[in-house]
């Protein structure tokens, strides 16, 4: 991997080796231990090139350093430029471009693609949230809803269209929900149960009830996550946790078409697991030219 490559991905804050893993596997899956029979048969052999990605609609795009990581791996003595920067797509003005032998751009090609074009449709779509909510002094929030193996690039794309990150793992932060509830045989057991165990550790619940909040505000909750509720009791409860200086976020059922009247209810977040498990990819095509 180039230091340029390197650069960027650190850039973006995306560890160097968990990428190229990936690009690895990802490049060892579309070989399956055997070549390019359509590159090798049908490239003449020292033909080199140019392969421009060029977004085909607007939108957000993020994960160029990804796809330089892909073509660093595939092709030998690859030079490649950002043209433009992770952002927004210009419909046909090419945001990565990349020289080397033909064959091996080709066999690149797809694999640097798929990781482009799904890193950018995050992106896209997280835009469309936070403007959605724009002036509303609430931010969108991901989930752990991820693909496996993909949290850290996916909550990358979510970043690059604006979005927060919520944890990245399960050791990040405690987040009680319904079945820690049941488990621990009410909400505020299992809050004290957590604020036990790991003292010095944020703690989340989620509550479905204005009751609920109550609850855990006088148990010391750190921030109340409030599932599923209605507006009145969305204001209700955002009105409680103000009083304590206790954060909130408002998740469940959420819409694009719903997100406005949420955030002007007050909340810190909207949390939208959407963004990475429900995100259409951007379009984005690889045009050549030989040279």
Same mark, same amino acid.
């Given at each position: 991997?180039?230091? /340029?490559?390197? /650069?960027?991905?650190?850039?973006?804050?995306?560890?160097?080796?968990?990428?190229?893993?990936?690009?690895?596997?990802?490049?060892?899956?579309?070989?399956?231990?055997?070549?390019?029979?359509? !590159?090798?048969? =049908?490239?003449?052999?020292?033909?080199?090139?140019?392969?421009?990605?060029?977004?085909? /609609?607007?939108? %957000?795009?993020?994960? =160029?350093? +990804?796809?330089?990581?892909? #073509?660093?791996? +595939?092709?030998?003595?690859?030079?490649?430029?950002?043209?433009?920067?992770?952002?927004?797509?210009? +419909?046909?003005?090419?945001?990565?471009?990349?020289?080397?032998?033909?064959?091996?751009?080709? =066999?690149? $090609?797809? !694999?640097?693609?798929?990781?482009?074009?799904?890193?950018?449709?995050?992106?896209?779509?997280?835009?469309?949230?936070?403007?959605?909510?724009?002036? %509303?002094?609430?931010?969108?929030?991901?989930?752990?809803?991820?693909?496996?193996?993909?949290?850290?690039? &996916?909550?990358?794309?979510?970043?690059?269209?604006?979005?927060?990150?919520?944890?990245?793992?399960?050791?990040?932060?405690? #987040?009680?929900?319904?079945?820690?509830?049941?488990?621990?045989?009410?909400?505020? $057991?299992?809050? &004290?149960?957590?604020? /036990?165990?790991?003292?010095?550790?944020?703690?989340?619940? $989620?509550?479905?009830?204005?009751?609920?909040?109550?609850?855990?505000?006088?148990?010391?909750?750190?921030?109340?996550?409030?599932?599923?509720?209605?507006?009145?009791?969305?204001? &209700?409860?955002?009105?409680?946790?103000?009083?304590?200086?206790?954060? %909130? $976020?408002?998740?469940?059922?959420?819409? #694009?078409?719903?997100?406005?009247?949420?955030? &002007?209810?007050?909340?810190?977040?909207?949390?939208?697991?959407?963004?990475?498990?429900?995100?259409?990819?951007?379009?984005?095509?690889?045009?050549?030219?030989? +040279?």
């Amino acid at each position: 991997m180039s230091g /340029q490559t390197r /650069q960027a991905l650190a850039d973006a804050g995306l560890d160097p080796a968990y990428v190229l893993d990936l690009v690895q596997r990802a490049v060892a899956e579309d070989l399956a231990g055997g070549v390019d029979v359509t !590159s090798v048969a =049908t490239v003449p052999e020292g033909l080199r090139g140019v392969a421009a990605f060029v977004p085909r /609609q607007a939108g %957000t795009v993020a994960g =160029t350093a +990804v796809a330089m990581a892909v #073509l660093d791996h +595939v092709v030998d003595g690859v030079t490649h430029r950002i043209v433009g920067r992770d952002g927004p797509a210009i +419909v046909g003005r090419p945001v990565l471009e990349a020289e080397g032998p033909v064959r091996m751009l080709l =066999t690149a $090609e797809r !694999s640097a693609l798929n990781l482009l074009c799904h890193l950018s449709g995050v992106a896209t779509l997280t835009r469309r949230w936070v403007d959605a909510v724009e002036g %509303t002094g609430a931010r969108i929030r991901d989930t752990r809803k991820t693909t496996p193996g993909l949290r850290a690039l &996916e909550k990358y794309a979510v970043r690059a269209g604006g979005g927060t990150n919520h944890r990245m793992s399960l050791s990040d932060a405690a #987040l009680v929900k319904d079945n820690h509830v049941v488990a621990a045989g009410g909400v505020r $057991e299992a809050f &004290e149960a957590v604020r /036990q165990a790991f003292p010095g550790l944020a703690v989340e619940v $989620e509550c479905d009830t204005v009751a609920q909040v109550r609850e855990v505000l006088a148990a010391g909750a750190d921030l109340v996550l409030l599932d599923n509720m209605a507006l009145d009791e969305l204001r &209700e409860a955002v009105a409680a946790c103000r009083e304590r200086g206790v954060m %909130t $976020e408002a998740s469940g059922g959420l819409t #694009l078409d719903t997100a406005r009247a949420v955030a &002007e209810t007050g909340v810190d977040y909207l949390a939208v697991g959407a963004l990475t498990h429900s995100a259409p990819v951007l379009d984005l095509g690889v045009d050549l030219r030989t +040279v």
